[in-house]
T-cell receptor
Protein backbone atom coordinates (compact mmCIF):
# COMPACT_ATOMS: atom_id res chain seq x y z
CA UNK A 1 0.00 0.00 0.00
CA UNK A 2 1.91 3.07 -1.27
CA UNK A 3 -0.47 5.74 0.09
CA UNK A 4 0.11 9.13 -1.55
CA UNK A 5 3.02 9.30 -3.98
CA UNK A 6 4.47 12.62 -5.16
CA UNK A 7 7.00 13.10 -7.93
CA UNK A 8 9.50 14.61 -8.29
CA UNK A 9 10.92 15.11 -4.79
CA UNK A 10 13.08 18.04 -5.87
CA UNK A 11 12.88 20.40 -8.84
CA UNK A 12 14.64 23.56 -9.94
CA UNK A 13 12.91 25.69 -12.56
CA UNK A 14 13.81 28.87 -14.34
CA UNK A 15 11.38 31.76 -14.20
CA UNK A 16 8.76 31.34 -16.92
CA UNK A 17 9.11 27.59 -17.28
CA UNK A 18 6.14 25.32 -16.81
CA UNK A 19 5.96 21.95 -15.15
CA UNK A 20 3.60 19.43 -13.60
CA UNK A 21 3.87 18.04 -10.10
CA UNK A 22 2.47 14.54 -9.98
CA UNK A 23 0.33 13.08 -7.21
CA UNK A 24 -1.18 9.60 -7.09
CA UNK A 25 -3.01 7.71 -4.36
CA UNK A 26 -3.99 4.06 -4.21
CA UNK A 27 -6.49 4.22 -1.35
CA UNK A 28 -9.57 4.99 -3.44
CA UNK A 29 -9.97 8.32 -1.64
CA UNK A 30 -12.50 10.71 -3.12
CA UNK A 31 -10.94 13.89 -1.81
CA UNK A 32 -7.54 15.18 -2.93
CA UNK A 33 -5.79 18.47 -2.27
CA UNK A 34 -2.64 20.41 -2.93
CA UNK A 35 -0.98 22.52 -0.25
CA UNK A 36 2.13 24.63 -0.19
CA UNK A 37 4.28 25.19 2.87
CA UNK A 38 6.27 28.36 3.29
CA UNK A 39 8.37 29.36 6.31
CA UNK A 40 6.26 30.87 9.08
CA UNK A 41 2.98 30.36 7.19
CA UNK A 42 1.97 26.78 7.81
CA UNK A 43 0.31 24.94 4.93
CA UNK A 44 -2.00 26.77 2.57
CA UNK A 45 -4.54 25.16 0.27
CA UNK A 46 -3.97 25.68 -3.46
CA UNK A 47 -6.63 23.54 -5.16
CA UNK A 48 -8.77 20.63 -4.15
CA UNK A 49 -11.03 17.98 -5.66
CA UNK A 50 -14.01 16.15 -4.21
CA UNK A 51 -14.04 13.51 -6.93
CA UNK A 52 -13.06 12.72 -10.49
CA UNK A 53 -13.97 15.58 -12.81
CA UNK A 54 -14.55 18.05 -9.95
CA UNK A 55 -11.99 20.62 -8.83
CA UNK A 56 -12.13 23.94 -7.01
CA UNK A 57 -9.83 26.69 -5.83
CA UNK A 58 -8.35 26.97 -2.40
CA UNK A 59 -6.74 29.90 -0.64
CA UNK A 60 -3.81 30.51 -3.02
CA UNK A 61 -4.77 29.24 -6.52
CA UNK A 62 -3.17 31.88 -8.73
CA UNK A 63 -0.52 30.52 -11.09
CA UNK A 64 -1.62 26.90 -10.70
CA UNK A 65 -3.97 24.60 -12.60
CA UNK A 66 -5.32 21.19 -11.68
CA UNK A 67 -7.42 18.47 -13.25
CA UNK A 68 -8.86 15.23 -11.91
CA UNK A 69 -9.52 12.79 -14.72
CA UNK A 70 -9.25 9.71 -12.48
CA UNK A 71 -9.81 9.02 -8.78
CA UNK A 72 -6.15 8.11 -8.36
CA UNK A 73 -4.34 11.09 -9.91
CA UNK A 74 -4.35 14.80 -9.15
CA UNK A 75 -1.55 16.66 -10.99
CA UNK A 76 -0.67 20.27 -10.22
CA UNK A 77 0.51 22.41 -13.13
CA UNK A 78 2.60 25.52 -12.82
CA UNK A 79 1.84 27.56 -15.91
CA UNK A 80 4.73 30.05 -15.84
CA UNK A 81 6.94 29.60 -12.80
CA UNK A 82 7.78 32.62 -10.66
CA UNK A 83 10.24 32.93 -7.74
CA UNK A 84 7.23 33.42 -5.42
CA UNK A 85 6.29 29.81 -6.17
CA UNK A 86 9.44 28.54 -4.49
CA UNK A 87 8.00 26.35 -1.79
CA UNK A 88 7.42 22.82 -0.59
CA UNK A 89 4.30 21.30 -2.12
CA UNK A 90 2.25 18.60 -0.46
CA UNK A 91 -0.50 16.52 -1.95
CA UNK A 92 -3.09 14.97 0.37
CA UNK A 93 -6.01 12.61 0.04
CA UNK A 94 -8.87 11.93 2.37
CA UNK A 95 -11.78 9.59 2.78
CA UNK A 96 -14.82 11.26 4.19
CA UNK A 97 -16.54 9.18 6.81
CA UNK A 98 -19.12 11.08 8.77
CA UNK A 99 -17.48 12.43 11.91
CA UNK A 100 -14.20 10.59 11.39
CA UNK A 101 -12.14 11.36 8.35
CA UNK A 102 -8.43 10.94 7.97
CA UNK A 103 -6.00 12.75 5.74
CA UNK A 104 -2.89 11.25 4.24
CA UNK A 105 -0.10 13.44 2.92
CA UNK A 106 2.61 12.68 0.44
CA UNK A 107 6.25 13.32 1.29
CA UNK A 108 6.38 16.58 -0.63
CA UNK A 109 8.04 18.20 -3.63
CA UNK A 110 10.62 20.89 -2.93
CA UNK A 111 10.48 23.40 -5.77
CA UNK A 112 12.96 26.20 -6.35
CA UNK A 113 12.30 28.82 -9.02
CA UNK A 114 15.36 30.86 -10.02
CA UNK B 1 -6.17 36.85 8.21
CA UNK B 2 -4.96 33.83 10.14
CA UNK B 3 -8.04 31.79 11.04
CA UNK B 4 -6.03 29.17 12.92
CA UNK B 5 -3.27 30.42 15.19
CA UNK B 6 -0.50 28.69 17.02
CA UNK B 7 1.11 31.46 18.99
CA UNK B 8 4.05 29.48 20.33
CA UNK B 9 6.61 28.84 17.59
CA UNK B 10 8.58 26.49 19.82
CA UNK B 11 8.37 24.51 23.02
CA UNK B 12 11.00 22.57 24.96
CA UNK B 13 9.98 19.85 27.42
CA UNK B 14 11.93 17.29 29.40
CA UNK B 15 11.46 13.63 28.63
CA UNK B 16 8.70 12.12 30.77
CA UNK B 17 6.96 15.44 31.37
CA UNK B 18 3.75 16.69 29.80
CA UNK B 19 3.83 18.67 26.56
CA UNK B 20 0.94 21.06 25.96
CA UNK B 21 0.54 22.59 22.53
CA UNK B 22 -2.09 25.26 22.02
CA UNK B 23 -4.19 26.40 19.10
CA UNK B 24 -6.78 29.14 18.69
CA UNK B 25 -9.26 29.67 15.88
CA UNK B 26 -11.47 32.52 14.81
CA UNK B 27 -13.90 30.92 12.33
CA UNK B 28 -17.01 29.75 14.22
CA UNK B 29 -17.95 27.52 11.26
CA UNK B 30 -15.04 25.18 11.98
CA UNK B 31 -16.36 21.99 13.52
CA UNK B 32 -13.61 19.46 13.00
CA UNK B 33 -10.07 19.83 14.27
CA UNK B 34 -6.94 17.83 13.67
CA UNK B 35 -3.37 17.70 14.84
CA UNK B 36 -0.56 16.74 12.53
CA UNK B 37 3.03 15.92 13.31
CA UNK B 38 5.79 16.68 10.84
CA UNK B 39 9.39 15.58 10.71
CA UNK B 40 11.88 17.37 8.44
CA UNK B 41 11.74 16.31 4.78
CA UNK B 42 8.55 14.32 5.35
CA UNK B 43 4.87 15.01 4.84
CA UNK B 44 2.61 15.77 7.81
CA UNK B 45 1.30 12.70 9.62
CA UNK B 46 -2.17 12.64 11.10
CA UNK B 47 -2.06 12.38 14.87
CA UNK B 48 -5.48 12.88 16.40
CA UNK B 49 -8.73 14.68 15.69
CA UNK B 50 -11.79 15.95 17.48
CA UNK B 51 -15.28 16.86 16.39
CA UNK B 52 -17.02 19.89 17.82
CA UNK B 53 -19.62 17.66 19.46
CA UNK B 54 -16.92 16.48 21.85
CA UNK B 55 -14.66 18.32 24.25
CA UNK B 56 -12.01 15.63 24.62
CA UNK B 57 -10.50 12.83 22.59
CA UNK B 58 -7.77 10.44 23.69
CA UNK B 59 -5.47 8.15 21.80
CA UNK B 60 -2.75 6.59 23.89
CA UNK B 61 -0.35 9.30 25.07
CA UNK B 62 -2.16 11.97 23.07
CA UNK B 63 -5.24 13.87 24.22
CA UNK B 64 -6.90 16.77 22.47
CA UNK B 65 -9.15 19.16 24.38
CA UNK B 66 -11.61 21.50 22.71
CA UNK B 67 -13.12 24.59 24.30
CA UNK B 68 -15.67 25.84 21.80
CA UNK B 69 -16.68 28.92 23.75
CA UNK B 70 -13.06 30.08 23.85
CA UNK B 71 -12.35 28.81 20.31
CA UNK B 72 -9.32 27.05 21.72
CA UNK B 73 -7.90 23.58 21.51
CA UNK B 74 -4.87 21.96 23.00
CA UNK B 75 -2.86 18.81 22.48
CA UNK B 76 -1.45 17.07 25.53
CA UNK B 77 1.34 14.52 25.20
CA UNK B 78 1.99 12.46 28.32
CA UNK B 79 4.65 11.29 28.88
CA UNK B 80 6.75 13.13 26.32
CA UNK B 81 9.40 11.09 24.52
CA UNK B 82 12.43 12.18 22.45
CA UNK B 83 10.74 10.74 19.33
CA UNK B 84 7.96 13.29 19.81
CA UNK B 85 10.37 16.05 18.77
CA UNK B 86 8.80 17.45 15.60
CA UNK B 87 6.70 20.33 14.31
CA UNK B 88 3.03 20.05 15.29
CA UNK B 89 0.33 21.65 13.17
CA UNK B 90 -3.20 22.34 14.23
CA UNK B 91 -5.78 22.25 11.43
CA UNK B 92 -9.49 22.90 11.14
CA UNK B 93 -12.29 22.30 8.67
CA UNK B 94 -16.02 22.79 8.23
CA UNK B 95 -18.57 20.01 7.79
CA UNK B 96 -18.77 18.87 4.20
CA UNK B 97 -15.41 20.33 3.23
CA UNK B 98 -13.14 17.38 3.94
CA UNK B 99 -10.45 18.60 1.57
CA UNK B 100 -10.30 22.16 2.84
CA UNK B 101 -8.08 22.18 5.87
CA UNK B 102 -6.94 25.46 7.34
CA UNK B 103 -3.60 25.07 9.11
CA UNK B 104 -1.88 26.96 11.85
CA UNK B 105 1.75 27.98 11.50
CA UNK B 106 3.05 25.13 13.65
CA UNK B 107 4.86 24.67 16.95
CA UNK B 108 8.27 23.03 17.08
CA UNK B 109 8.44 20.67 20.04
CA UNK B 110 11.79 19.56 21.38
CA UNK B 111 11.82 16.84 23.99
CA UNK B 112 15.10 16.85 25.88
CA UNK B 113 16.72 14.03 27.83
Amino acid sequence: NAGVTQTPKFQVLKTGQSMTLQCAQDMNHEYMSWYRQDPGMGLRLIHYSVGAGITDQGEVPNGYNVSRSTTEDFPLRLLSAAPSQTSVYFCASSLYLAGNYGYTFGSGTRLTVV
Amino acid sequence: DQQVKQNSPSLSVQEGRISILNCDYTNSMFDYFLWYKKYPAEGPTFLISISSIKDKNEDGRFTVFLNKSAKHLSLHIVPSQPGDSAVYFCAASETGTASKLTFGTGTRLQVTL
